[in-house]
């Protein structure tokens, strides 16, 4: 596996929001088929770093480098990068009024078989596969005619999340705190839905504030993100660590920093 | 992200092609000689040119009015000509193979074949050329429902008493400014009348076509549905592009008489002018129709096109029961200027009015709602909801309200609601994560916003109209 | 023009004092000003026929007027009596960093910063604006140093005795981070005219309390207005409260002229017999950041007629404003009239605003159910109405006004006919 050719490919990432520097020398390499979890206290940068890798507005790359696939991925726009294979679960899923479920999953994924040169799916094929999608978050079908998040519950935004991404079938998904706000019931049905898309060929970056998740999609590798960097990489087994110590001992050890850096 | 957005709505006029076809046009200027002529072409009745005199005298008195939000050059009303036929309609022709071919790819260019063959099997169409009607279709087979649907200067001569009875019944020949000058001038239009009971066959569409440079077109419907008949009816117009500004002030009349639907539809895409404002039409327009007991008139509108808009299509619900309804999409950009919104004058018991209005601003533009909901002491048991909704895409245009609600009837019920938004950040980055391109995620957008009204369409101008807005909305993403 | 316009003019004309330079160029608008019709979109529905008709004349008189006794309300009183300032009613000792004079008692250097701000505020748009501009005399100015907070509330009462004339004028101007509030009213006897304009100056952070109460009834005709500047983090809260007369018109406009500026208007107007009553209000926010929040309530009864116009207008640059107008009214009678008209003007996109407006009568599950509780209909229907205006009353920040005009409302619904 370790000469498997990197997917992802973070070098000494700074990125900024609104002229503060939130990511300050980030570095991760991620390959093929493998879930890495990164943890951190608030505020730490999780929800920045998904930000910036899916291009979004507002999120500026001071300097360093990602690629995906060997692409360099500041050079292309968001929606390239979605093309490439790029997948964001929101935190806070997007209402848009109006307009439907369905009709927003089949641009997105028409969009995207475009960019690969497929051909359009049949809306009758498109329907059926979002049927079973729809089926397998355990979404009400009518969900598909309902406008994009409009009026759900948290729990359904985040279970819809998880269906367009069983639909678009990503090679990179970012999972932003998918489970806040669920409860464990709902919790289990995302977990679910993320380990049956686990492939060799499809990569997962958890992130979480909590354990708990951690429970049900088993990561490969844990990095700890504090002030902008990992301070600390291990396997599953530090998750459970960073649960029984919580993030306080990170601001006790000021001179470890001092000597990475 | 804004810049993307006016990027997304620079769009090519797709419509802005100019016809080869040699016309009659009168020299510009307007006196009492001019309406003469109009009348001696038309071969009009004498009392038809009566009252086309009185209203232009009416006309004269009146001043231009200025209270809509919109900003223009004084019109002189001496420079324009009052009437333009292409000169192959001289002789009537009594077929479309004795039609000018050059107008029949007119028609065919804008999408809408003439050639019964070629057309949707389910709508009847009266293309109507600046001054004159070019051909109505399927006339055969609405004349054995009963169905009268011919151009209106035919109609004045053959069921005069129909004309008689009911032109000016709705919007009085002193209305407004506009209205009095349409009495005056009007050339061509369309004329239906739907007998008793019967529902007619197909829907029927008047196709509007603005050809001659400095040409005013001053078109006149009328629609009569008799009791318990039930018709739709769609509006198409698109004008070439010209760097002059050229004016279109029409009157529609709808008569709905007991228990009778109206159901009438419009997609307005007359040229808007050029980014800088330069050019386009001034829609000038007066809509009204009036219900008669448990009645139905129901007015949709997609507003796409035109430099200046001014248009209230208007429902007076005098019978008791009788319902108003007015679905209204408007988008400007540019230097587009819209003023549009509707009437519900509810007189009779237990009416029943729904405004759904949804305005999109862009570039330099404004977009106002302008509308009147107005309880008779008579309304008992009367009832209206309004929404409206205004999207705006950019820092430099403008979105207005200007709701009048007027009630003097205590077990009347109004209720009038506005809101104001924008295409937010998160909802593109949403798309476009998704693998959307900028511009399909705002025509997407836009069109979840509008999807209320939209739905309120006849399923082939549903997708015309969507196409529409994509088309308007191209290039105007950031 | 207007036979009554002229000879206001003509009126002013004759009056020379600190304020000529302002009293000319009102002089010189009005006379310039077309005598509104209905075709005017500021009269569209409140006839000016009673002006017009109108024969009260100036009254030297000041005897004998002197304000309501409000129950637990201390306040400074600054009484005017047919339009004259009665310094005799300002017993208080005035707090320190508050300062009350008579424009014309001001010294030299004062005088011209007054009349820098005289009619500063208050848009020229207003024909009877215009005309207290060229009328008004004693000018009272009113000045809360910076950072002081004013403990008592300053009442400005203006009085007037039947068949008599008045225009008054005050000018308020709160310091950075001052605090004050100020309660306006009118009290008149019938077959009156009075205009009663009060321009608000709200500095940073500077907090107003606002309560205009028009209770006046009857035959007087009272055209009034109050207009506030808000710089940047200034706040005010607002309530008005009104019964409708003759002619009944209040104008108030609030200027977001600074950023983060915080806005709350409630009022509400209850109206029976052939009043009128109506209300003008005009939202500006020109700056960043700013909030606006109306409730507007009206309740008409018998032959009355109601008229709203509020119009919140968000200039290019106020983005991230906030703006919120709530209009509900209720009609109690099919001779009554309730015209209302909410009005959004946005030039910036980044915004959220939103008006709504409801024209309906009682709840009639409402009625029942207290019906069936054994309330009879016509009690049911106050304690209805009651409720329906109480909701604002509640939020009134001054009790002692709130626990006065509670009982004057309620005696008010008992009189309604019930229909």
């Known amino acids: ?261 | 992200m804004t810049e993307q957005i006016d990027k997304a709505l620079a769009r090519e006029y797709e419509a802005g092609f100019v016809s080869d076809v040699e016309s009659e046009t009168f020299e510009p200027g307007l006196d009492e000689s001019v309406i003469q002529r109009i009348s001696e072409m038309k071969g009009e009745p004498e009392w038809m040119l009566e009252w086309r005199l009185s209203a232009f005298r009416e006309w004269l008195e009146m001043e231009e009015p200025d209270w809509a939000l919109v900003d223009y050059p004084k019109i002189d009303f001496q420079a324009i000509s009052y009437y333009s036929a292409p000169k192959s309609m001289k002789d009537k022709p009594k077929s479309l193979d004795e039609v000018d071919p050059e107008l029949l790819r007119t028609y065919e260019k804008l999408g809408i074949p003439l050639i019964e063959q070629q057309m949707l099997a389910g709508i009847a169409v009266d293309a109507v050329f600046d001054s004159v009607s070019v051909v109505t279709t399927f006339r055969d087979k609405l004349e054995e429902a009963g169905v009268i649907f011919c151009p209106i200067s035919e109609a004045i001569k053959k069921h005069p008493e129909l004309v008689k009875k009911y032109l000016g019944s709705v919007v009085a020949k002193k209305d407004n400014y506009y209205s009095a000058l349409n009495c005056a001038v009007f050339t061509d239009g369309s004329f239906v009348y739907i007998p008793k009971g019967t529902r007619c066959p197909m829907e029927l569409s008047t196709y509007f076509r603005i050809n001659e440079q400095n040409t005013g077109q001053f078109e006149r419907t009328l629609i009569i549905a008799d009791e318990g008949s039930h018709v739709s009816y769609l509006e198409g117009c698109t004008a070439p592009q010209r760097d002059e500004n050229q004016l279109h002030a029409a009157v529609v009349e709808l008569v709905a008489m007991d228990n009778a639907e109206i159901k009438y539809s419009t997609v307005q895409n007359w040229y808007p002018g050029d980014e800088n404002g330069k050019g386009g039409i001034y829609n000038f327009v007066t809509k009204r129709g009036i219900c008669h007991t448990s009645a139905k008139i129901s007015w949709t509108q997609v507003e796409t096109g035109s430099a200046v808009t001014w248009k209230y299509p208007s429902c007076i619900l005098k019978g008791d029961n009788s319902v108003g309804e007015f679905y209204s999409v408007a988008l400007t950009r540019g230097r587009q200027q819209a003023d549009t919104g509707t009437k519900m004058i509810h007189i009779g018991k237990n009416t029943k009015s729904t405004i759904i209005t949804k305005g999109i601003s862009a570039g330099k533009s404004n977009n106002s709602y302008r509308g009147l909901v107005r309880m008779n002491p008579g309304a008992d048991g009367a009832r209206n909801f309004t929404q409206c909704d205004s999207l705006l895409i950019g820092d430099q245009c403008g979105a207005h309200t200007f709701p009048y609600v007027e009630s003097r009837n205590p077990s009347a019920i109004i209720e009038h609601e506005a809101t104001t938004s924008k295409v937010s950040d998160e909802q593109m980055f949403l798309c476009r994560q998704r693998g959307l391109d900028p511009e399909k995620a705002v025509s997407m957008i836009v069109n979840g916003f509008c999807k209320e009204v939209f739905k309120e369409l006849p399923m082939e101008f549903a997708v015309e109209a969507g196409k529409l807005l994509e088309i308007s909305l191209e290039g105007s993403v950031g | 023009m207007s036979e009554w316009l002229e000879s206001a003019i003509t009126r002013a004309q004759g009056i020379n004092d600190w304020l000529l330079p302002k009293r000319a160029n009102a002089i010189e608008l009005l006379s310039n000003t077309k005598w509104p019709t209905r075709k005017a979109e500021a009269w569209r529905y409140t006839p000016l026929r009673s002006v017009e008709r109108s024969v009260a004349k100036a009254i030297n008189d000041v005897v004998g007027l002197s304000p309501v006794d409000i129950t637990d309300l201390s306040a400074i009183e600054l009484v005017f009596v047919n339009g004259k300032f009665d310094a005799t009613q300002l017993t208080k000792v005035l707090p320190k960093g508050l300062s009350i004079s008579l424009g014309k008692n001001l010294d030299s250097a004062q005088q011209k910063g007054a009349l820098e701000t005289f009619s500063s505020i208050k848009p020229e748009r207003h024909l009877f604006g215009l005309v207290n501009d060229a009328l008004a005399q004693d000018v009272v100015v009113v000045t809360v140093a910076d950072g002081v907070d004013i403990a008592e509330p300053i009442r400005i009462s203006s009085l007037l005795s039947q068949g008599g004339e008045s225009h008054t004028r005050v000018q308020v101007t709160l310091g950075d981070g001052s605090r004050l509030a100020v309660i306006e009213d009118v009290q008149a006897q019938g077959d009156s005219l009075n205009t009663a304009f009060v321009e608000y100056h709200v500095a940073s952070n500077a907090q107003l309390e606002h309560y205009r109460f028009a209770l006046q009834t009857g035959s007087n005709i009272s055209i009034g207005g109050s207009h506030f500047n808000l710089l940047d983090r200034a706040k005010m809260h607002s309530t008005i409260v009104a019964f409708g007369s003759d002619l009944s018109r209040l104008d108030t406009d609030i200027i977001h002229a600074g950023e983060f500026a915080d806005a709350k208007l409630n009022a509400m107007y209850l109206l029976d017999g052939k009043e009128l009553f109506d209300l003008h209000a005009t939202v500006e926010h020109a700056m960043p950041n700013g909030t606006t929040e109306e409730n507007v309530r009206c309740i008409a009864a018998d032959r009355s007629r109601a008229v709203f116009n509020g119009r919140i207008h968000i200039h290019r640059d106020a983005q991230k404003t906030l703006a919120e107008l709530n209009n509900r009214n209720l009609l109690m009678s099919n001779t009554a009239e309730i015209n209302t008209k909410p009005e959004l003007e946005i030039y910036a996109d980044d915004v959220r605003c939103a008006h709504g407006a409801t024209v309906a009568q009682i709840d009639k599950q409402a009625l029942y159910y207290l019906q069936t509780r054994g309330i009879s209909r016509s009690k049911a229907q106050v304690m209805l109405n009651f409720g329906f205006i109480n909701e604002l009353i509640d939020l009134m920040p001054n009790a002692a006004l709130a626990e006065w005009v509670r009982p004057i409302i309620r005696e008010r619904f008992s009189q309604m006919e019930v229909k």
């Open chain 1, 1 to 261: 596996m370790s000469n498997a050719k990197n997917l992802l490919t973070i070098k000494d990432l700074h990125a900024s929001v609104e002229e503060k520097q939130i990511i300050k020398g980030l570095n991760l390499d991620i390959k093929p088929g493998e879930v890495h979890a990164i943890m951190g206290p608030n505020g730490a940068g999780k929800s920045t770093l998904g930000y910036v890798l899916s291009g979004r507005d507002g999120y500026t790359v001071d300097s360093g480098a990602v690629t995906l696939d060997g692409k360099n991925l500041f050079e292309m726009e968001t929606e390239e990068r979605a093309r490439a294979g790029l997948f964001l679960a929101f935190q806070y899923p997007v209402e848009i009024p109006g307009v439907s479920n369905l009709e927003f999953l089949k641009a997105s994924v028409d969009a995207q078989r475009e960019a690969r040169g497929e051909d359009a799916i049949t809306s009758a094929d498109f329907l059926k596969e979002a049927k079973a999608a729809c089926k397998q978050v355990n979404l009400p079908i009518a969900f598909l005619k309902r406008g994009v998040n409009e009026g759900f519950s948290g729990g359904e935004k985040k279970r819809n999340e998880l269906m367009q991404m069983l639909l678009l079938k990503p090679k990179l998904c970012i999972l932003d705190e998918t489970d806040s706000g669920l409860d464990i019931d709902a919790l289990q049905v995302v977990a679910e839905g993320v380990n049956s898309q686990r492939s060799a060929d499809r990569s997962f970056i958890v992130v979480t504030h909590y354990q708990r998740l951690l429970d049900y999609i088993k990561p490969d590798f844990v990095h700890v993100l504090s002030d902008g960097k990992i301070v600390k990489s291990g396997d599953a087994s530090l998750a459970h660590e960073l649960e029984a110590q919580g993030y306080a001992w990170l601001q006790k050890e000021p001179a470890e920093d001092e000597l990475e850096g």
